[in-house]
Every structure is written in C-alpha cells, then in structure tokens.
C-alpha cells in the first residue's frame, strides 16, 4: 500500500508507535486525519492475518474487485516502488469478479473513504465469503452458510470498520448497477438491452419468456431491420458466465445467417469463455455490466418513458478540480 513517507512499521509494537511516526512524517496535518492515518496502518501492520480473505477494488479494470488470501505477515521493501514498499503475502484467486455480484449495502461498504478497513455491518465477512467461494453476494436476511468469523484477541484492537462512504463516481455507478441486477432480472433485462439497442438506431425483435435457443434479441438496421443482423444473447446472472455461453451464441449466429453477435453478461465471462471470444473478437462482441452501464448512460435520453420510469436517472453537472489550471 501507499503512505511512501512511512518507513518501515516492523519496528513499531504498538498503534501510538506508528502514530509517533505518521506525526514526524506529516507535521502540523490535522489531527483527525493523522489518527485515521494511524489506525489504517496499525490494522495493516497488526490487524491482518495469514488465512484473512483480502478484497481489493481494481483500478486496472473498473468494475472489478480481486478476492484474495493473505498467506504472510507485514513487511517492507524500501527498494520498491513507493505504494508498493508496505505489503502482505496474498494469494490472489486468477479471476476478478464482477461488482455485479454485490448488493447495494455491502458496495456502499467496499467504497468506504479508508484504502484499509474491516468491513462489519449486515453480516458483511459471510457476504464476501460466499462471493469469494464463487458465488452471488446471498444479500441480508437471508440464512448465511458460513458463520462471520469473530476476531481473534490480537486483531480486536487493530480492526478498522466501516469507513465513511462518499459519493464517487464509482459509487454512483454501483448504485445503478445493482439496481438493475435487482430490478431487471431475467427477461427484463433483455427488454432493457433491446431499449438501448433501438436508442442506437437498430430495429429489435425481442424472443418470449422462456427456452430461446440461444436468441433473446433479432437486431438489424435499416426500414426492415434486415440489415447487419445481430444475434443477441442475454445473461443476467451477476455471476461470470462460460465458454458454453458463448458457443451456444455462435451456433445460434450460424443457423439464422446473422454475421454478428452480442452476448451481454452482467457478470463477464469466464477465462476459458474469453479465451473463446478471442477467436471470435471479429464478429461476437461482449457487453459486461460496465459496457452496458456505458451503453445506457450515453443513451438514457432516448430511452421509452416507461423504462425510465422504471430505472429514474437524474442528471447532475459537477467542477472537475483535477482538470482545473
């Protein structure tokens, strides 16, 4: 993690140690901020322990969050690049996961204003668990398989817990994410892609409910629709789906003549799905719930009332400070 101007916290046995050095490395800062600084890299030094389930938000892929185990103790690296020279063991898992599988709740606790924390609210370490295991967050209330593991007696002091929560860009973007992962479930989903579908000039024929053989939406262009026809495949699961997915889409492609294909996936595709896309990248293309998030947002204006009525989206205009001379 960050904080360069920290040295080594091997040195330090105790959470007003690490704030004698935050307070030499940051003279005269506020003091709040100074003692949150403290408590962040106390818990990271202290707190975190070998088997403790690490979730990362990724700036690399928005969108994403890596799950992970920590598998070492602290350590520093005063050669490494400076937000890198504080650092933990963790074995990652291969695959980031999709912010589609959270409920609305426990994203407003990963957006939380600390780069380190212990989130404890409605049953939050069993949710992140279950999505660890390879699952969607279960939601609260809901009777949860793994018990919230209480913390041992050298991390209770440590731990820091649910974090202010601002209102990011990325915050506002998970709301509206699983607003539709709640709100438009199954075919409704695929009424809503083939709203944005027709906002951006194509002519849609939306299957019925039920078994479709790999066909939720005929699209084309021009008066008849017949032009450039496209072969749309809805998934709405917040879970990654498969390479079958993706064949099943091409086999579809190849028996109704349409040289194109979309498969959007709320939740990605698997990696032996991508390695699947990659031949077929020139004809198929895949919209996860970040490119349908795009997609809806640049069109939302043309969208039918009562779609909007349905997912109520307010347009607001803010200074952008980073871009200020």
């Given amino acids: 993690m960050g904080w360069p101007e920290i ?28 003692a949150v600084y403290a ?25 994403y969050l890596a799950f992970g185990r920590c598998t070492g103790g602290y350590a520093y690296d005063s050669s490494a690049l400076s937000d890198r020279r504080h650092f933990l063991a963790v074995d990652w898992q291969p695959e980031p ?15 939380g204003a600390m780069t380190v924390f212990s989130p404890s609210r409605n049953h939050a370490a069993a949710r992140l668990e279950a999505v660890a295991a390879g699952g969607a967050d279960p939601g609260v209330g809901v009777p949860m398989p793994i018990a919230s593991p209480l913390p041992s007696p050298s991390s209770a002091d440590v731990a820091v817990a649910d974090p202010p929560q601002v209102p990011t860009l990325d915050a506002i973007r998970d709301r509206v994410r699983a607003r539709i992962v709640e709100d438009f479930g199954q075919h409704k989903l695929t009424h809503l892609v083939a709203d944005v579908l027709t906002a951006l000039g194509f002519v849609c024929e939306v299957s019925p409910a039920g078994p479709d053989q790999g066909i939720d939406i005929r699209a084309g262009r021009g008066p008849l629709g017949l032009d450039a026809p496209i072969i749309v495949e809805v998934k709405s699961e917040p879970t990654a789906v498969g390479a079958l997915v993706m064949r099943g889409l091409h086999s579809a492609m190849s028996k109704n003549n349409a ?9 990605g595709i698997t990696a032996p799905a991508k390695k699947e896309f990659e031949s077929l990248r020139t ?5 996860d719930a970040e490119a349908l998030l795009d997609q809806l947002f640049a069109t939302y204006p043309l969208l039918p009332d009562p779609t909007k009525a349905a997912l109520p989206l307010k347009q607001v205009w803010v200074l952008d400070d980073d871009t200020e001379a």
């Fill in 7 to 34: 040295g080594d916290l091997s040195v330090c046995s105790s959470r007003e140690a690490v704030r004698h050095l935050v307070d030499q490395a940051y003279p005269g800062d506020n003091t709040q901020r100074l």
């Fill in 283 to 287: 004809i198929i293309q895949v919209w």
């Fill in 39 to 63: 408590g962040q890299l106390w818990a990271f030094r202290q707190g975190v322990q070998p088997g403790d389930l690490i979730v990362m938000p990724l700036k690399t892929k928005p969108g």
């Fill in 97 to 111: 996961v999709s912010r589609a599988v959270l409920r609305d709740d426990l994203l407003a606790m990963v957006n």
């Fill in 259 to 267: 040289p194109q294909g979309l498969l959007v996936a709320m939740g």
